[in-house]
């Protein structure tokens, strides 16, 4: 119970998810223990297969984290000083941040103000002759507009690196995110549909030259041992972490199907309410399956319904307060306020409620009456 003597509701519960699996999970953890094998190896090896297979792409590369997996992948097509790549001006900070940590330049765009997700027609009109990338972003578990981006990638002659750190398991017409671009880059940070006991991550790319690259990056460039070809990193998933993710992965598709059944009965809960029309609901665009890593809502007067909630014990975020090109380190891109309106006002207005694969339907109830109570104050 929350301290107003509502019931209170997290924004996530891992330890809900922990429960059932407790013991193979500890099983799993035991068996790396057991065969003092922490780095790379055979749990690392059936990870990346059985995460190939789920994600219907040839090659699978486990990394240490969705950052380093962007950052791998960039490093990969030769990204670096002068060039620049396109890319949302909305999105965790690791988008942009990878581009300019090799060098390159940022070139910041907005969204679509429904989807939130990249605007193609920006990426299109932000293209020149130093573009090397475009990075999409599947944004709360809901795939960009590829078809368009892959064409406009085509047109100027370069790669697609779709960042799918909050996707795994999202399609577009039945083609899974990470699968669509020269590079897809995923993040297994605890709270994603699919996570780990700290951080992780996954590339995934069609090319076997690409695939090779990868695996050359994320241990130091070497092949063989201590014979370098190329500067790397130390960008390995540690086995135990692959051991934990092999329990999991059977159940994500589940999981991923709870959270849609809850984004349904918050549809529906809004609209019993009468809050349509007030409330901006996620949308799912015909022909792409969204797997709601956020349930995220647009609201008036944001700030102070989240206080509200807060208040009622019902845990709630912002992603993201301030987009990129109004950050501080991007000052030296000069841009201002009002060069990008859509994800600026997304910024100021949207919220994230909490959408876990466990949460209950009286905790959504919960959730929405609370909301009710805070428009009507």
Same mark, same amino acid.
């Given at each position: 119970?929350?301290?107003?003597?509502?019931?209170?509701?997290?924004?996530?519960?891992?330890?809900?998810?922990?429960?059932?699996?407790?013991?193979?999970?500890?099983?799993?953890?035991?068996?790396?223990?057991?065969?003092?094998?922490?780095?790379?190896?055979?749990?690392?090896?059936?990870?990346?297969?059985?995460?190939?297979?789920?994600?219907?792409?040839?090659?699978?590369?486990?990394?240490?984290?969705?950052?380093?997996?962007?950052?791998?992948?960039?490093?990969?097509?030769?990204?670096?000083?002068?060039?620049?790549?396109?890319?949302?001006?909305?999105?965790?900070?690791?988008?942009?941040?990878?581009?300019?940590?090799?060098?390159?330049?940022?070139?910041?765009?907005?969204?679509?103000?429904?989807?939130?997700?990249?605007?193609?027609?920006?990426?299109?009109?932000?293209?020149?002759?130093?573009?090397?990338?475009?990075?999409?972003?599947?944004?709360?578990?809901?795939?960009?507009?590829?078809?368009?981006?892959?064409?406009?990638?085509?047109?100027?002659?370069?790669?697609?690196?779709?960042?799918?750190?909050?996707?795994?398991?999202?399609?577009?017409?039945?083609?899974?995110?990470?699968?669509?671009?020269?590079?897809?880059?995923?993040?297994?940070?605890?709270?994603?549909?699919?996570?780990?006991?700290?951080?992780?991550?996954?590339?995934?790319?069609?090319?076997?030259?690409?695939?090779?690259?990868?695996?050359?990056?994320?241990?130091?460039?070497?092949?063989?041992?201590?014979?370098?070809?190329?500067?790397?990193?130390?960008?390995?998933?540690?086995?135990?972490?692959?051991?934990?993710?092999?329990?999991?992965?059977?159940?994500?598709?589940?999981?991923?199907?709870? &959270?849609?059944?809850?984004? @349904?009965?918050? #549809?529906?809960?809004? =609209? $019993?309410?009468?809050?349509?029309?007030?409330?901006? !609901? *996620?949308?799912?665009?015909?022909?792409?399956?969204?797997?709601?890593?956020?349930?995220?809502?647009?609201?008036?007067?944001?700030?102070?319904?989240?206080?509200?909630?807060?208040?009622?014990?019902?845990?709630?975020?912002?992603?993201?307060?301030?987009?990129?090109?109004?950050?501080?380190?991007? &000052?030296?891109?000069?841009? @201002?306020?009002? #060069?990008?309106?859509? =994800? $600026?006002?997304?910024?100021?207005?949207?919220?994230? !409620? *909490?959408?876990?694969?466990?949460?209950?339907?009286?905790?959504?109830?919960?959730?929405?009456?609370?909301?009710?109570?805070?428009?009507?104050?």
């Amino acid at each position: 119970m929350s301290v107003t003597g509502h019931p209170s509701v997290p924004l996530l519960d891992l330890e809900a998810q922990y429960r059932p699996l407790r013991d193979e999970i500890l099983s799993a953890i035991t068996r790396v223990c057991d065969s003092q094998r922490f780095i790379l190896g055979p749990e690392v090896d059936a990870l990346e297969r059985e995460l190939a297979a789920m994600l219907r792409v040839p090659h699978a590369i486990s990394v240490s984290s969705g950052t380093d997996a962007l950052l791998a992948a960039l490093m990969a097509i030769g990204v670096g000083p002068g060039d620049e790549v396109v890319t949302s001006t909305y999105s965790f900070f690791a988008t942009a941040g990878c581009v300019a940590r090799l060098g390159a330049v940022p070139i910041l765009v907005d969204i679509d103000p429904v989807t939130y997700n990249l605007d193609p027609a920006a990426v299109k009109a932000s293209l020149s002759p130093r573009t090397r990338a475009i990075v999409p972003v599947h944004l709360f578990g809901l795939c960009a507009e590829m078809d368009p981006i892959l064409e406009i990638a085509a047109g100027a002659k370069v790669p697609t690196i779709e960042d799918a750190c909050q996707a795994i398991g999202a399609t577009d017409r039945d083609r899974q995110a990470g699968s669509m671009g020269a590079i897809g880059c995923f993040s297994f940070f605890p709270s994603k549909n699919l996570g780990a006991f700290g951080d992780g991550g996954l590339v995934t790319t069609n090319d076997p030259k690409l695939a090779h690259e990868l695996r050359l990056l994320r241990n130091h460039g070497a092949e063989p041992k201590y014979y370098h070809k190329r500067i790397g990193g130390n960008f390995r998933l540690d086995a135990l972490q692959a051991a934990v993710l092999r329990v999991k992965l059977p159940h994500l598709h589940a999981w991923s199907e709870n &959270r849609r059944r809850n984004a @349904a009965a918050y #549809d529906r809960l809004f =609209a $019993e309410a009468g809050l349509i029309g007030r409330v901006g !609901l *996620p949308v799912e665009p015909r022909g792409r399956r969204h797997i709601f890593n956020q349930y995220v809502v647009r609201i008036p007067e944001r700030d102070r319904v989240r206080a509200f909630l807060t208040e009622r014990g019902i845990g709630t975020e912002i992603y993201y307060p301030v987009p990129f090109h109004l950050q501080e380190c991007f &000052r030296s891109l000069g841009h @201002a306020r009002g #060069d990008f309106p859509h =994800a $600026e006002e997304a910024a100021a207005s949207t919220l994230a !409620l *909490p959408i876990y694969a466990e949460l209950t339907p009286d905790q959504q109830s919960t959730v929405v009456a609370a909301i009710a109570d805070a428009l009507r104050t």
